[in-house]
């Protein structure tokens, strides 16, 4: 599903027009990077959790040119959906 077409499914089922629905999707979108570029992790109850792990460095191999490359430390965004949207996805 693309942005477009979750605005689109937004507006037909609350009978709001799409720039409003869209705002508040770019807002929502906004506010969830934002927490997460500060390394606050985004709960969202029965829903799931944004949060920010932390990759330990490593040496990665370019297979290409056939040598070793060092991967530093990093972080990265992660989503862990609830325990009920998990079992929802297992059916």
Do not use: W
Request: glycine share 4%.
């Amino acid at each position: 599903m693309t942005k477009a077409e979750l605005i689109n499914d937004i507006a037909i089922s609350t009978g709001y027009d799409k720039t409003t629905i869209s705002k508040v999707v770019e807002s929502y979108m906004d506010n969830v990077k934002k927490s997460l570029v500060e390394g606050e992790n985004v709960y969202l109850r029965g829903f799931g959790t944004f949060q920010i792990k932390v990759r330990k460095a490593k040496i990665a191999r370019n297979i290409y040119a056939s040598k070793s490359v060092p991967v530093p430390s990093h972080r990265v965004a992660t989503f862990k959906p609830c325990k009920e949207f998990a079992n929802e996805m297992r059916s």
